[in-house]
């Protein structure tokens, strides 16, 4: 678990070597071209820029990819990083909080143009998600749907603007579940040319919660 501090992580690329297909189901598909931070680590990582790195189709995390770990990323400055799921930063099951963080110009496949969370309570505090594309839900920022246990974070004092998807879900944030929605800036996104700034999903199937 290191203290990562005032460090670049550039044009890195990682091409998920495990991957595959079962039926319809991807699986082994990891991702994190610059930093992947492995299960029950708890690593700091704060001040860095992560800039043009891309985790090859259907990688995860274009930048960073947290896989069962709670790690504290602060004041981090995270630009054009690409990938199929979560442009920037893709979560599974992370607890660690995401504060005071710039996510720009980054872009996904399918959701999450910025961030990309899957089974997560998260802390999303003071962070800045512009101007990120995802061709599905959740331009800026995607809290995932269908995931079980779902994701449910704490979202406080952001700005989400400025972010675009194509098709389904929300430009600005899409999600299922959330512990707390407050204080946050989502404005000027766009799906198409029409406004689509946050979707509240909230799809109940067999083990989810009945509320």
Do not use: K
């Amino acid at each position: 678990s290191p203290f990562v501090h005032d460090s670049v992580f550039s044009a890195n690329l990682f091409d998920c070597p495990d991957a595959i297909l079962v039926g319809e189901i991807i699986e082994n598909a990891q991702g994190g071209a610059a930093l992947y931070v492995g299960p029950d680590s708890a690593p700091r990582v704060v001040g860095c820029a992560f800039e043009d790195n891309e985790a090859a189709f259907p990688c995860q995390g274009g930048a960073v990819y947290v896989d069962q770990a709670d790690p504290i990323l602060q004041g981090n400055v995270f630009a054009r990083n690409f990938s199929a799921y979560g442009g920037a930063l893709a979560t599974d099951r992370m607890a660690g909080p995401i504060v005071g963080n710039l996510f720009e110009d980054n872009e996904a496949l399918s959701e999450g143009g910025g961030v990309a969370q899957v089974s997560s309570c998260s802390a999303l505090l003071d962070n800045i998600v512009r101007r990120n594309v995802a061709d599905m839900d959740g331009g800026g920022v995607h809290i995932c749907v269908t995931c079980y246990p779902h994701a449910n974070p704490t979202v406080l004092d952001n700005r989400i603007v400025d972010n675009e998807n194509a098709s389904e879900g929300a430009a600005g944030f899409g999600a299922a579940y959330l512990r707390a929605f407050e204080g946050n800036d989502v404005f000027g996104n766009l799906q198409g040319a029409a406004p689509s700034d946050f979707a509240w999903h909230q799809e109940l199937s067999e083990g989810y919660p009945a509320w």
